[in-house]
């Protein structure tokens, strides 16, 4: 006499198939992804999913592509837990289950017309690179593009062949720059931390959001620079990496004082992240 | 409002039949404290039990969940484990039916938790109400010695009878099935308010300021000492948490079968005072300290969860105070200290 309930788990993934593979680099992996149904996402960009792997379990994955660039959409995973793991011995052609989009994503509506910075530490580039492609293929929405993209070294910066491409357009502008280079490795840009760009840039503060992703630590120096500049508190937007478990508000491992960033984010401006006592910036 | 009257031997029975038909759920004595189990017989059944180790909530939101099963053989099986084995639970307190309150907000809010939702619709309440509280209850100053609304039936022990509230249609219908239960009148519902007058002189500790004060305490609380003095002492064995049973935190996670064809995910109670909680893939952790995880804990109870869902997360029924190894856990003595630094400034 077991009562069986009709409503649907929010826990079940959507089975998903790998459809290209790609090295990025030792450590990480771009996967294009499709979902078996043959439905899109319909993710924001900003968002993030839950990567299932049957038997080894889930992990929150930021979504690197964008919405705008069909149905299949795109994942750079770098190996650094049990799933991430699993997920590296996977070959096009496997099924992998997916939860989601969730979270808030980026603010798109309220960014149109306005000149964008931004501003990647690592792989932060992961989840602004959905931003990015958002905005260079709705061009004419949005103002000038600038983005800063800061690496350990040169081995560590990735997606080159899109790099170069946009760096061939006229209407946006890469500068990049790596803490060090070691010798005998080939660099052309600058040396130093991603905060020594911010001299060389020229924005018009008022026309100005900043969209920044990166490690934790970086985000205090950056936040700094960028109210230096001038841009006020809601236009610096930053998405947080947190261990988000469920994504749906329930399990409690992403809670900064009473927000849950799988829901209230992972994208929060600055002017909200300032009230958060937990988060110090 | 519906009462009715029972004697005591004449419950004992009905308890037995409702046994004899149902999965029956109440509290039994367990040397040297309580605990709800499953009973076989009615005299298992202890009414007059002060505490139970953990609360009711765990035939809720159990300790371990299965979400799905699974088969690793390439393809996605998903099979729902969407259900719940109806039965009736006896002698919930009034602070654990609070508590419960709060779990209904969180699991059956925006986004309804169909594992939570199926036991929650299956499973009658009969409480009772607490009228000998132990000495770690704070529950009088937090406004749930007594029950809210949600009750199916509810005692109150007047002495050799039952006096009970009848609270919903199902709970009409297990007196009618069950119990050989008389009308009760106005003397009796005029005893209870007197024996439950009476109960509120026996808790030991209460909070010296208004429950809906607690969140204005911790708004000017953060930087309070006390954290730093309380956090540095704890263990992080998640104690305080594991018997709270307001409690919703969760792990996620997998396993196989040893022949690795088929597994489970499954959901697992997990606590924000456990030192990897708040820790990510790379290793960074965002509540490193004792003292970051204590705090959590206590905003989370008497600020976040009030803001989040619309009741406090402390019911002041005391079991993280003895559940505690090192006396740090007690919110009661946290929010009056707070409250006392921000008179005096």
């Known amino acids: 006499m077991i009562n069986k309930s009709n409503s649907e788990s929010l826990y079940f993934p959507r089975p998903t198939k790998l459809i290209d593979v790609t090295a990025l680099s030792e450590r990480e992996i771009l996967f294009r992804l499709r979902l078996e149904d043959g439905n899109a996402l319909y993710h924001i960009p900003g968002q993030f999913v839950e990567v299932s792997i049957l038997g080894t379990g889930e992990a929150p994955i930021s979504i690197a592509s964008s919405p705008t660039q069909g149905d299949a959409f795109e994942l750079a995973i770098r190996a650094v837990g049990n799933v991430t793991q699993a997920l590296h011995r996977l070959q096009p052609g496997d099924t992998i289950g997916i939860r989601g989009p969730f979270g808030n994503g980026f603010p798109v509506s309220e960014l149109k017309d306005r000149d964008l910075l931004f501003i990647a530490g690592g792989i932060g580039f992961f989840p602004l690179r959905s931003m990015i492609q958002y905005v260079l293929d709705m061009r004419p929405l949005f103002g000038k593009i600038i983005l800063l993209y800061g690496c350990r070294q040169p081995a560590e910066q990735l997606f080159h062949q899109e790099l170069k491409e946009w760096r061939e357009r006229d209407d946006v502008l890469i500068m990049d720059t790596v803490d060090r280079c070691p010798p005998e490795t080939e660099w052309e840009g600058n040396v130093g931390v991603i905060t020594t760009l911010f001299p060389g840039i020229n924005i018009l503060p008022a026309r100005t959001t900043a969209l920044v992703a990166g490690p934790p630590v970086m985000y205090r120096y950056v936040v700094a620079e960028c109210l230096k500049k001038g841009i006020a508190k809601e236009r610096i937007i930053l998405s947080l990496e947190r261990r988000m478990k469920c994504g749906i508000g329930l399990c409690g491992h992403c809670q900064i004082d009473n927000a849950y960033v799988c829901l209230d984010g992972p994208v929060f401006n600055y002017a909200k992240l300032e009230q958060l006592k937990e988060v110090e910036l | ?345």
């Open chain 2, 1 to 345: 409002m519906e009462f009715l009257k029972i004697s005591k031997a004449q419950f004992q029975l009905s308890v037995g039949r409702m046994i004899d038909e149902n999965f029956v759920y109440g509290v039994k004595a367990k040397s040297p404290s309580y605990e709800f189990d499953r009973l076989f017989t009615a005299d298992e059944l202890c009414l007059n039990y002060n505490i139970t180790l953990l609360s009711p909530n765990k035939y809720f939101l159990p300790p371990r969940t299965p979400l799905m099963g699974f088969k690793l053989d390439g393809k996605i099986s998903v099979d729902s484990m969407v259900g719940a084995q109806p039965g009736i639970i006896i002698g919930i307190h009034p602070y654990d039916l609070h508590a419960l309150k709060l779990l209904d907000a969180v699991f059956l809010g925006n986004l309804k938790d169909a594992y939570y939702q199926a036991r929650r619709q299956v499973i009658a309440i009969i409480g009772i109400d607490c009228l000998q509280p132990w000495q770690y209850s704070f529950a009088a100053s937090m406004g749930t010695a007594f029950p809210p609304a949600g009750f199916d039936l509810w005692l109150t022990d007047t002495g050799d009878k039952y006096l009970i509230e009848v609270g919903s249609e199902k709970g009409e219908e297990l007196c009618r099935k069950y119990l050989d239960a008389s009308e009760a009148g106005e003397i009796e519902v005029k005893q209870r308010e007197k024996l439950r007058e009476e109960s509120l002189s026996r808790y030991k500790l209460s909070l010296d300021i208004s429950p809906q004060l607690i969140p204005e305490v911790l708004n000017s609380g953060w930087n309070s000492s006390m954290w730093e003095e309380l956090g540095e002492k704890c263990f992080s064995c998640g104690s305080c948490t594991m018997v709270c049973p307001t409690c919703v935190c969760f792990d996620v996670r997998d396993t196989t079968e040893l022949n690795r064809l088929s597994g489970e995910r499954y959901r697992i109670w997990d606590s924000c005072m456990f030192d990897a909680f708040a820790t990510i893939a790379s290793g960074e952790n965002f509540r490193p300290t004792g003292t970051d995880r204590l705090r959590h804990r206590l905003y989370r109870k008497g600020k976040y969860m009030l803001q989040r869902w619309g009741r406090l997360g402390c019911v002041g029924c005391g079991r993280c105070i003895h559940a505690c190894l090192v006396d740090i856990a007690s919110p009661v003595y946290a929010y009056n200290r707070l409250a006392r630094e921000a008179r005096t400034g």
